[in-house]
């Protein structure tokens, strides 16, 4: 399901639902029983695997995959620019992967050129500054293990 009021320029399963007001570029791509909740938005080069929910008021750019069973809180930040500039030519992009069954907590911050491991954590708030190893629950700032 499309909701009308949403601007879904990518190839969407059937199983997939795409809220109101987000944006999809055409090149995404989205996998089967994904739920992306209202005012979302949805780069080119983005990876979205199946059984994936991210929730309202998330913006994924270019290089970021978010693998099977991910779960993404309310306007969780994601990045893809370690040093942004306006117009930089210099400007590199940074790929983050989400790996399968993460969860990241609502208004967490997730820095450029990461990975968080299987099954890991994010509590709410938190500031994801380096790799996440699997099955391992991170909170603050910067992001911990507990």
């Not at 990518?10 to 570029?25: G, L, Y």
């Not at 913006?59 to 970021?64: F, H």
Request: charged share 15%; hydrophobic share 40%.
């Amino acid at each position: 399901m499309i909701h009308n009021l949403s601007d879904c320029k990518a190839k969407i399963p059937e199983s997939t639902n795409i809220w109101q007001f987000c944006v999809i570029f055409p090149n995404a791509k989205i996998g089967e029983n994904c739920n992306i909740c209202a005012n979302s938005l949805v780069e080119n080069d983005v990876i979205i695997g199946n059984n994936v929910t991210i929730k309202s008021g998330v913006q994924l750019w270019d290089g970021i995959t978010l693998e099977d069973n991910v779960f993404i809180g309310p306007n969780a930040t994601f990045t893809n620019d370690l040093y942004p500039r306006s117009k930089n030519p210099d400007w590199k992009l940074q790929r983050t992967i989400i790996k399968k069954g993460a969860s990241i907590g609502a208004n967490a911050t997730i820095l450029c050129g990461i990975t968080i491991g299987e099954n890991a954590m994010i509590g709410a708030g938190s500031v994801v500054t380096k790799d996440v190893p699997a099955g391992e629950t991170w909170i603050g700032n910067p992001a911990h293990k507990i």
